[in-house]
């Protein structure tokens, strides 16, 4: 008796957790919780919003309605792994693990399920090589673009030559925080610039070694891979330190408001590189007002509106979306699956027109997938923070990366992969 | 003496106020410790659920907002008022002693004759659900903690010493914040040591340290006791909260801080007061002298965090009891 009524609460629950089967389930492995959900909540916000957007707007993408299917991974790679196993049976189109190491654990489960992955500035840098990688992509950009940019952005304000000029990248003590040291040491070869390695321990919040360090050898530039409260912590002792704010510059994981709020009109001045706009002055936040917060469909509390995280989010989903009109274009139906999704993604191609069609007009750079290419255009903009006003401001386009020095390093380390996982190279 | 010598000094200096720091941590555990034999985990959760709360109210934010506004439709987020820091903090202490009579009466209480490892595992349930707790309470956006403490490297101490080094040594960096929390520290180990030493309370308390049954047979309330111990312990953590909440603003990661005051712990033993100082001291200085001579130039840099714990381990081997420790005897 009690195993029936058991099996018949089971069933009921199941029917109301899976979706309907038209619908475009899109599984968004958040962390609301835990130590980095103040960067989780406004992402998963932002990446939620958009779908309920199309949905209420436009009927959903192409006639189905988008559905998000919400995990909770607390930013722990076990958990997200758990998340991708119990969601990707729901008909799951595309996952974005947004979390290195997750990325890590999912590239081969995603690659026998045949599912694709989203790794949008973060993740494998080297899954840019889609005839190695076929189910992952990462544009419009990646790490090593990241790093490209910072030297680029130096050398525009040295009038191109820091040949003799010291930066020093202070760095999340992990495989992502050491993710650009290759790069910025074969850039460092390529323009004469002295560079400086400065870890810090997880979490990150001593780092009065590395300042003294920084105070003492008097660096022109410093670079930052940093998360979380190392962040923040980094940007007050570079203030501490008198270290002009200006020469301090971030990769996108260490510009939000989360890491410049907390150290106040000291943290003014301070930049990061970014691969998309900043701010709410475009067409599709009156679009959110309107049919998302004042219908009460937000994801969270509508707080987070227009920062940077949650405008990363948001251009995610709007990617994603792109991705599956490509599909249902390429494959003429309107219910796609994991596969014909990837065929979306492979052949997206965003331009400066569709951008504006969604209310995004310039909200991230013009790019093209193919399949040699999953990592996108590599352009890269920079934001700079204005205390005083409490907002960012892009200071630059998006503009181009070392192409010569990235694809060198990327091909080299997706051969090694290939060659360690018996991956033919190629396009079909 | 060349700037290098200067550089090493500068680097102890730093070391001894990092020390304070983790200092400010550890007094926490050892109090509780001492007076229940307790390790409370949640000790840097407590940190951290203090400093939120002192934010919360200094910025008339109002509890529960979003939890309120989910169920009921409303768009609340503050009650349109702010508070000085003084009365901000009071308000914090009242929320911490408040916290520590519902832990006596919701927890300790049911658990009086456990095994030690049954009370260590209820504390580690505590700090889930203060995590919780106070992220529902005040949410998890990161915060700003301003009570007024200048940060920075103080300017006076530079200009003083710059003339020692030559012209590559700047002057002596201490960090403002710093000299406040170690004059912080000095006083707040001074009146726990005199309160412990000249007042009937402080006197019951290290009665119950010493025997909780011979303190039971004199008529000492161990309930009242634990509730004094766990508002003390409270009080030290709303202070560590707002130093470290200063330097990196009032986010969870904060209840992190906890994982630096265990070295301290093992190095100065968990029963002494004076112990958690001198610990702190210690590790904060050989951290950063290692990090300084060895670590950074030899092996790539980050060994503060293994190097506290490496001679913590040492002490451990020849002095299980930590440096001021009581050794235990236990006779058959």
Redesign the interface.
């Known amino acids: 008796m009690k195993l029936t009524k058991f099996a018949a609460i089971a069933a009921a629950a199941l029917t109301v957790a899976s979706p309907v089967l038209a619908d475009l389930v899109f599984p968004s492995l958040s962390y609301?919780?835990?130590?980095?959900?103040?960067g989780g909540?406004p992402f998963a916000d932002g990446y939620a919003d958009y779908f309920t957007l199309v949905n209420e707007r436009d009927g959903g993408i192409g006639g189905a309605k988008a559905k998000v299917v919400e995990c909770e991974t607390g930013y722990n790679t076990e958990k997200g792994v758990e998340c991708y196993e119990s969601t990707k049976g729901m008909g799951a189109l595309v996952y974005q693990p947004l979390s290195t190491g997750i990325t890590y654990q999912l590239i081969p489960k995603t690659a026998a399920d045949g599912i694709p992955m989203h790794t949008m500035g973060y993740g494998r840098t080297s899954a840019a090589n889609g005839k190695v990688f076929r189910n992952v992509f990462n544009y419009p950009d990646n790490y090593w673009n990241g790093a490209s940019a910072i030297v680029n952005h130096l050398l525009e304000i040295n009038g191109g030559d820091i040949k003799g000029k010291k930066l020093a990248l202070v760095y999340h003590?992990s495989a992502y925080g050491k993710e650009p040291i290759r790069t910025l040491e074969a850039l460092a070869e390529k323009h004469g610039f002295k560079l400086t390695?400065?870890?810090?321990?997880h979490?990150g919040?001593?780092q009065?070694?590395?300042w003294?360090?920084i105070?003492?050898e008097r660096p022109d530039y410093v670079a930052m891979w940093g998360w979380?409260?190392m962040n923040?912590?980094a940007i007050?002792e570079a203030?501490?330190?008198?270290f002009p704010m200006e020469n301090f510059i971030g990769i996108w994981w260490s510009g939000s408001e989360?890491d410049v709020?907390?150290?106040?009109m000291?943290a003014d001045g301070y930049k990061a590189v970014t691969f998309h706009n900043v701010g709410s002055d475009f067409p599709i936040f009156a679009d959110i007002q309107k049919y998302v917060v004042d219908a009460?469909k937000a994801a969270g509390?509508g707080?987070q509106i227009g920062t940077v995280l949650y405008n990363r989010g948001l251009y995610a989903a709007m990617l994603a979306a792109e991705a599956v009109k490509k599909a249902q274009a390429i494959h003429g139906t309107k219910d796609i699956n994991a596969s014909m999704m990837r065929d979306g993604m492979e052949a997206l191609e965003i331009t400066e027109d569709i951008m504006a069609a969604q209310g995004m007009p310039g909200f991230g750079p013009s790019f093209k997938v193919s399949c040699e290419n999953h990592g996108g255009s590599g352009t890269v903009g920079v934001q700079q923070w204005d205390a005083k006003a409490g907002k960012w401001n892009l200071i630059s386009d998006f503009k181009p990366t070392d192409g010569d020095v990235i694809g060198a390093l990327i091909k080299e380390d997706s051969m090694k992969y290939a060659t360690e996982n018996n991956i033919t190279e190629g396009c079909n | 003496m060349s700037a290098e010598f200067y550089f090493g000094v500068e680097v102890f200096l730093n070391g001894l106020m990092a020390g304070v720091m983790y200092s400010l941590v550890a007094l926490g555990f050892v109090l509780i410790f001492k007076a229940s034999g307790i390790f409370n985990y949640a000790q840097g959760v407590m940190a951290l659920f203090a400093a939120l709360t002192l934010v919360g109210f200094q910025n008339g934010q109002i509890p529960f907002a979003h939890l309120i506004n989910t169920i009921f439709g409303t768009e609340l987020s503050t009650f349109g008022w702010t508070l000085p820091a003084f009365a901000a903090i009071l308000l914090t202490l009242g929320v911490m002693i408040l916290f520590a009579v519902l832990v006596e009466k919701l927890v300790l209480k049911h658990l009086v004759n456990q095994e030690p490892i049954i009370l260590f595992m209820a504390t580690i349930g505590l700090a889930y659900f203060m995590e919780g707790f106070g992220d529902l309470m005040w949410g998890s956006d990161i915060k700003k903690l301003d009570i007024g403490i200048p940060q920075g490297g103080n300017r006076w101490i530079e200009d003083h010493t710059a003339f020692l080094g030559g012209d590559n040594f700047y002057g002596f960096y201490i960090d403002t914040l710093d000299i406040y929390a170690a004059v912080i520290a000095a006083i707040l180990v001074s009146s726990l040591v005199l309160f412990s030493k000249y007042t009937k309370t402080g006197r019951a308390l290290r009665a119950v340290a010493d025997d909780h049954q011979a303190a039971l047979s004199v008529g000492i309330s161990l309930r009242t006791i634990w509730v004094i111990v766990w508002a003390i312990a409270g009080f030290v953590a709303l202070v560590a909260g707002i130093m470290w909440g200063s330097k990196s603003g009032v986010q969870f990661s904060l209840s992190l801080i906890a994982l630096k005051a265990l070295p301290v712990l093992m190095l100065g033993g968990f029963t002494s007061i004076p112990g958690a100082i001198v610990g702190g001291l210690i590790i904060g200085v050989g951290e950063k002298m290692f990090e300084f001579l060895i670590g950074a130039p030899f092996l790539g840099g980050a060994t503060e965090n293994w190097f506290a714990y490496m001679l913590a381990l040492m002490f451990l081997v020849f002095r299980p009891q930590g440096l001021f420790g009581e050794k235990i005897i236990e006779r058959v």
């Not at chain 1, 609301?32 to 103040?38: D, E, F, V």
């Not at chain 1, 709020?261 to 106040?264: A, E, H, Q, R, S």
């Open positions: 609301r919780t835990g130590p980095y959900a103040a909540i003590n390695l400065l870890p810090v321990d979490p919040q001593e009065k070694s590395q003294l360090q105070r003492r979380g409260v923040p912590t007050q203030a501490n330190i008198r989360n709020k907390p150290v106040g000291a009460g509390a707080d």
